[in-house]
């Protein structure tokens, strides 16, 4: 008999209907073995996407980035930094992010986050993002990294995955 495979289940989504300087998902139920987000949009301004998880703004994380726009490819790592970060947002709504995080709910492990990131026409990325906390993930706030909004139209989707049974 094969295994049944993890599903997707939708815990929530927004569209913002104005320019907005972030989105919160708050009351995260625990009941998922790992989590999916995705946004779609782009902001105000040239920046990038940037997480934080349940409202922490002290330097608990780390980012380790590799990106290209067809020509050059680049590395970079953030230590110490208050948030995770993505790469370029468009000032058009052509930008994605795509990120997995694993065993969220885990109350002895630091979190890890696995993230992608395109922004048509300029540059894709892939990243390691590590916050360096035991809790549990109840809150995901994603915004630009600097001082513009996200833009309106932006559409962010939370999943929570279910480990399939053997």
Do not use: C, H
């Not at 907005?20 to 946004?39: G, K, Y």
């Not at 380790?64 to 953030?78: F, I, P």
């Amino acid at each position: 008999m094969p295994a049944k495979t993890g599903t997707y289940s939708l815990i929530n989504s927004t569209t913002l209907g104005s320019a907005q300087s972030s989105v919160t998902f708050s009351s995260i139920p625990s009941t998922f073995t790992d989590l999916v987000l995705v946004v779609m949009g782009g902001a105000t301004g040239s920046d990038n996407f940037a997480i934080r998880f349940n409202s922490d703004t002290g330097t608990n994380y780390s980012t380790t980035r590799l990106s290209g726009n067809g020509t050059t490819a680049t590395t970079n790592r953030g230590s110490n930094t208050n948030y995770i970060y993505g790469n370029a947002m468009a000032t058009t709504l052509t930008s994605n992010f795509i990120v997995n995080i694993n065993d969220y709910a885990n109350t002895t492990t630091y979190k890890t986050a696995l993230s992608r990131t395109n922004n048509a026409g300029s540059v894709v990325s892939a990243a390691v993002g590590l916050w360096r906390n035991t809790s549990a993930i109840t809150s995901i706030s994603i915004a630009p990294e600097f001082n513009s909004n996200l833009l309106s139209g932006t559409i962010a989707t939370l999943y929570g995955i279910q480990a399939g049974n053997l």
